[in-house]
């Protein structure tokens, strides 16, 4: 079905641990005009508000691919929430039969797993740790590790760890007293990060159960972020603060995420993901 007829645009709207987003059906149509008014479309006061737009596209590679666009208009790799949301529409749609299948996204086919509790499981591969694939410069070949990071006379320990996107994963006593939006949107541009960078904050509550808020890049403050909390597990492990896997509580929910240490060992993250509403936009 083409989702956009007559100036009309039908749309989804999935909320994922607060982590929401607007669902676009583009088996059969051009995006394009969407993606030009995606600002506009995420805006929450006039427009449908999101996180980002989601489309569902047709794919050579895999069951299906997924294609998302942040609320500042910018392509993103991937969203760990997202293609949670994703798996659970496609399928409510009829596009996919099977409770497990793949996506092809901006970071590479993942596997998500539609469980029999509602929640959907996920294989978000393996972790780019080497600071080149990160990409993160200043710091050499090899781990960015609790390395030290001054920025606008702030010095932080950070730990950087791709899931197809960036992240800058910093580990704190007390999370409470971090202020999101003036470090973040530092940090996010900061000159070591040449794509830009999520930024994420963790303090370890007790044995493999974080807290962690985060700043998106290109969205800002959110709920939730599911590669971000990937990433920030894979950095808990990695510093020594969590073994092989963790609860981590965001603003939005909680999402499980399991991680065995390897370089050549895949994440895996699961969580839930609701149907808020569904209507009619007009282009």
């Known amino acids: 079905m083409n989702d956009m007829q007559e100036g009309f645009m039908h749309f989804t709207k999935w909320q994922a641990c607060g982590n929401d987003f607007v669902f676009v059906n583009a088996m059969t149509m051009d995006i394009r005009p969407v993606v030009k008014k995606c600002v506009s479309i995420c805006n929450r006061n006039f427009g449908i508000g999101a996180d980002g737009i989601i489309f569902v596209l047709p794919s050579e590679k895999a069951t299906l691919q997924m294609r998302i666009f942040n609320s500042d208009g910018s392509e993103a790799e991937m969203c760990g929430n997202g293609i949670r949301a994703f798996a659970k529409w496609a399928h409510e749609l009829g596009l996919v039969s ?71 994963v910093i580990f704190t006593d007390d999370i409470d007293r971090i202020s999101l939006e ?64 963790a609860e981590v509580i965001l603003d939005g929910g909680n999402l499980h995420i399991s991680w065995e240490g390897d370089s050549s060992a895949h994440v895996f993250m699961t969580g839930p993901a609701e149907k808020v509403f569904e209507g009619e936009y007009i282009i």
């Open 182 to 245: 003036e470090i973040g949107s530092r940090l996010e541009a900061d000159a070591h990060f040449p794509r830009k960078t999520n930024v994420e904050f963790a303090q370890l509550l007790k044995k493999n159960l974080l807290r962690m808020r985060v700043w998106e890049r290109g969205t800002g403050v959110t709920m939730a972020c599911g590669t971000g909390t990937c990433a920030t597990v894979v950095a808990a492990i990695l510093n020594g603060l969590v073994e092989g896997e």
């Open 98 to 168: 099977k409770h497990h299948f793949s996506v092809e996204t901006g970071a590479g086919i993942l596997f998500p797993e539609l469980l029999p509790d509602g929640k959907v499981r996920v294989d978000m591969g393996v972790p780019h740790l080497n600071s080149s694939e990160i990409p993160v410069t200043g710091f050499g070949d090899g781990m960015v590790v609790n390395r030290k990071l001054t920025n606008d006379l702030h010095t932080y320990r950070i730990t950087c760890v791709s899931m197809g996107n960036p992240h800058c």
